[in-house]
Structure formats: structure tokens, C-alpha cells
């Protein structure tokens, strides 16, 4: 039994509004999810993931990296969960009127039509178009009439499920229309377990450990090229592209602008004979300082300078502007872009690349952060720059980092990879990790026992590219039992030819990727 004063407030709760607002937000739900499995096989539009991608797009860079570092991906689970709950709220406020609208219009079928037509119709005529893509959903994937379809579905489905309740189920209990104490309860515990089980999903899909970490030396020698599965993935969309259905149909093509346009086809661009392969190490530029948005793969595809000799450069072109098919945009200095290393990818791994990597081509630029490797590639333009894409407008670095560096030159670095941060360790213990200095190479890597104060040369495996990462390690054994702090930098250059020493001041990501040394801190058992 419930205490007397809950029993007396749901007497009241009963006669409320709020059950038809309930009954909304109950007959919107199944509505919304009808637009997103549409969304899925690519024949419709989902206003939350639209309205997520507009609302990121137009956050300040420096906001947005305030949130990453204090939320992590956690960020973008926030910004879906808000969006869902503004996307049910919506139905729920517009039933509230519903009992007036039946007797005024006195035609229940009618009001049905309304409840059916009058949202989709604000959706495609008002929403869509403050969304910023185009009016009836013209600029989405889907188009107008999937915009269009999928909308009506969803809005005549909530429509439906809206009638039976305030309707049929009503017209059953004319005393007013509620649930039972048990089932409220219920209900509720349905809800936040539903809830619960969404925010875990989405957040499996989108958020990631805080750093890179291998199970042992062993493990991170065996994974010197990392697998496919486990290559890290940002983006700035709620749900990538997936360009399969567009290829085997033909419909997808490269465009390539300079004195003269060209078009490929997958077909075109696989059946060329001057194919290469590259090993290469990405790194995103939030990544934080030991952080795990780092990664290395096998890449074959196209050498940029070959695509943009094909169809001649203009003499005042001095930058090369990438477009894909989710709409971001970036670019690089022409120089970059002609590197015999920079190529449009097609296969990563022995295989072709994998949707959430690009399918069916990306970009690969030596020494650049992760944000220039442009996938899903629909357009390569040669421009008079600087070119300032999508992440660049935000405020994120387009421009010089280190002396005569190119523009969004990859900081150099060097990660603790294992043992973990706050291990205990007893005897001797290998610790390892990698180091990264975009094309510039690793020459050395340091590590200090002692918080700093004193360094020692790390063993480095022979690197697999001059654009990959190097593997290091360090056997120590520790002087005695108690807590350690452990700190590794690295200087780039090549083994007997350094360059410059990795930059030691902490910086964040934002704007021009971070900087400082990884450490982590040992417990040593007596």
C-alpha cells in the first residue's frame, strides 16, 4: 500500500491534463522510431539526428572541445538523449489540445487527418528548412519524397495510436481516462529501464576509453598495425553515410575540378595500374595527451598528384578542397595534396574500406591530423586558399603549429600504452607504448622513473613507414617498493638525425591538438 498522501495526490494527478500529454509522448514514440528505422535503410529523414548535426555544426569550436574534454564522447550521447526527449515532449504538448479539437470539429476522422497531416506538414514546410536542409528535406539523403513519406508514416502512426487512446480507451472509461496506481508504477519503471538500455546503447556506440592501452608488449607488437575493428572513429554526423546502396547502383562518383572535370566510378578508380600502399598512423585532433584516437593501417589507393594531373592545375590553385558525401568539407596546401604519400584510399587492411571509414574512398595526407583525411569522398576541387572546411570555421587549426611546419602539422608525441595508469606491479617490468610525429619521424624516446628529474633512452622497434608510429619500450626495475611516477616524451627526426624535442607546456586539444607528456603512476609492492 501506498502512504495516504501519494494515494491522495494521484486521486488529483488522474483528472489531470498530463494524461493526454502522457498519451502524446506514449503515441509519438513509436512514430519517431518508424522515422529512424527508415532513416536506417535510407528512406527517410530522423529529425534528432538532424537536428543534433545542426545544432554541432554551429557550436563554437572552443564550446565544443569544452565538452569533449569534460564529457568525453559522452557529449554526443548528451546531445542525442536531449534531442529525443525535445522530439517527445513535441507530441506530448500537442495532444493536450485534443479533446478541443474533437469538439469543435466534431468529425473524428478529421481530427485524425489533422493530428496526421498538419505536424509532418510543419515538418517538412517549417523544420526541415530551419534545419538547413532545404525545404521538404530536399538536401537530406533521402530527398523530398523520403523526407516527405517518412514523416507522413511517423506522423500518422503517432496519429492513430493517439486516437485509440484518447478515443476508444477513453470512451471505455468515462469516469476519465488514466492508469492504475500499479500500472503507473510500472509503466514508469518500464521507461527509465527503456531509457536506461538507450542511453547504454547509444553510449556503446559512441563513446570510448580514455586511453590507449594494450595488454602487454606482446599485444601491442602484434597490433603494430591496428585491426580494422578496432581503428579509432570520429565524426562529426549522429549516423555516418553508408555509400554501399549508391556504388552498386551506380550512382556514386568522384568528381575531380581543375583546368578540366573528370568523373570516376569505383570501378574506374580500382581498374588503375598506379595503385600504391601506404602505411600510415591517424590521429584525431582532440585527442588528448596519452589518449586513444590514435591508430595505424594498411591503405591502398590512388596517388592524389595523379587524379590532379589528369585534369591539369590551374596557376593560381595553391590549395586542394575535399567535399563528401555527409557534407563536411576540408582542405590542404596543393603541396601536401602532391606528396607521392598522399593518396585517395580505397582499401585499408587487405580490404575495402568499411562504411564507417569511408566506403567507398577517403583521402590520406602524410602528417596531418585525422579531421584532413576526408571520407566518403564525393568531390576533390583545386582552389585558390586557404581553404577553411568544417572544422577550420569552427576554430579548430588551419594554420602553422611548429617552424616551417605545414598547416595542421601533427604535434609530436609519445603514449604510455601499458602496464595501465594505477597498476601494481611487483619485480621487473617492461613499459611500452607508441610515439607519433605525423611524416617527420621518431629519432628518440625518453622515459623518467622519477616524475621527470631524470631520463632514459627507450628501445624503439624499427618503424613500419615514414608515416606511422613507432613502437617503444623501457625494461625497469624498480629500485624499491612505493609509488612511482612515470613520464615518456620523444624527439622527432630519425635514429642519428633528431629534430626537434616534443613540446613539454600541457596545452588542449583546441585548436591545434594537445601537447605536454604522458605519464602514469606505478605501485611498486615491497
Sequence with gaps: ???????????????????????????????????????????????????????????????????????????????????????????????????????????????????????????????????????????????????????????????????????????????????????????????????????????????????????????????????????????????????TPDVQEGRWRLTVDGLVTKTFDLTALEGRADSQEEIATLECVSNEVGGNLISTARWRGIPLANLLADVGIASGADWVAFTCADGYTVGVPLGKAMNPSSIVALEMNFERLRPKHGYPARIIVPGLYGMFHAKWLTRIELVKGPFSGFWQQKGWTNSDLLPGGERGSIRTTAIIATPAHNSVVSGSVTIGGVAFAGDRGISLVEVSTDGGVTWMPADLDPAQSPLSWVLWTFPWTPPGGGSYRIVAKATEGTPGSPGNAQESDPAPPFPNGAAGYDSIALLVSE
Excluded: C
Design 1 to 243: 500500500m501506498l502512504p495516504p498522501v501519494i494515494t491522495r495526490f494521484w486521486a488529483r494527478l488522474k483528472r489531470l491534463p498530463w494524461m493526454r500529454f502522457a498519451a502524446g509522448i506514449v503515441a509519438g514514440a513509436p512514430g519517431l522510431a518508424l522515422t529512424f528505422v527508415m532513416r536506417m535503410v535510407g528512406l527517410g529523414v530522423f529529425l534528432p539526428e538532424i537536428a543534433v548535426d545542426f545544432t554541432v555544426g554551429r557550436i563554437p569550436g572552443s564550446i565544443e572541445s569544452f565538452f569533449i574534454r569534460t564529457m568525453g564522447e559522452g557529449a554526443k550521447v548528451l546531445a542525442i538523449v536531449i534531442a529525443l526527449v525535445v522530439f517527445l515532449l513535441i507530441p506530448g504538448v500537442t495532444a493536450l489540445p485534443y479533446r478541443w479539437v474533437e469538439k469543435r470539429v466534431r468529425n473524428r476522422w478529421l481530427v485524425f487527418a489533422l493530428y496526421g497531416l498538419v505536424p509532418a506538414a510543419i515538418t517538412l514546410v517549417v523544420v526541415l528548412p530551419l534545419l538547413d536542409v532545404g525545404f521538404l528535406g530536399s538536401r537530406t539523403a533521402a530527398g523530398t519524397f523520403g523526407a516527405g513519406f517518412s514523416q507522413l508514416l511517423g506522423a500518422f502512426l503517432s496519429a492513430s495510436i493517439l486516437d485509440y487512446f484518447l478515443v476508444d480507451v477513453a470512451a471505455r472509461h468515462p469516469e476519465g481516462f488514466s492508469l492504475s496506481r500499479r500500472q503507473f508504477i510500472a509503466s514508469v519503471a518500464i521507461l527509465i529501464a527503456a531509457a536506461a538500455v538507450g542511453v547504454a546503447g547509444l553510449s556503446a556506440l559512441v563513446t570510448r576509453p580514455a586511453r590507449l592501452l594494450f595488454a602487454s608488449v606482446q599485444e601491442m607488437r602484434a597490433k603494430a598495425i591496428t585491426p580494422t575493428d578496432e581503428f579509432y572513429v570520429v565524426t562529426k554526423n549522429v549516423l555516418d553515410p553508408d555509400l
